[in-house]
């Protein structure tokens, strides 16, 4: 995001907001959909406030026990971890589990998810 080099997603220009996934607490709302005090997971970089029409964004809740889980376990990288290895990956008890970068989110709930299912 930082480099010109070619890549899936353009650089981020000096000066711009960065880029990514927050978990946001509606703080004023004219929109019919959204409350005060409600939890919102969208894109709108790295920013302490945004204004949004609502569209890209997923409605978290008024009462969450630890908002940033939402970018983490239970949010993108747990659900690639999940479905990549339960629906694509299908280990079996006793196989050995190979993860080539549990240092991520994706990966370490990967490993801990191998472990549930009995893998080594």
Not at 21 to 47: A, C, F, I, K, M
Not at 63 to 72: E, K, R, T, V
Not at 97 to 110: N, S
């Amino acid at each position: 995001r930082m480099s010109d080099a070619p890549s899936y997603s353009p650089p981020v220009e000096i000066g711009a907001v960065m880029v990514g996934g927050t978990v946001s607490r509606v703080e004023q709302s004219n929109h019919p959909d959204y409350t005060p005090g409600e939890w919102v997971l969208g894109y709108s970089g790295w920013q302490e406030y945004e204004i949004s029409d609502g569209s890209g964004l997923v409605k978290l809740g008024d009462n969450i026990f630890h908002p940033s889980w939402a970018l983490g376990i239970l949010g993108m990288p747990g659900f690639t971890a999940y479905m990549g290895l339960l629906d694509i990956g299908q280990p079996k008890a006793g196989e050995t589990l190979v993860v080539a970068a549990a240092t991520g989110p994706v990966g370490a709930t990967v490993g801990q998810i191998g472990k549930i299912k009995g893998c080594r």
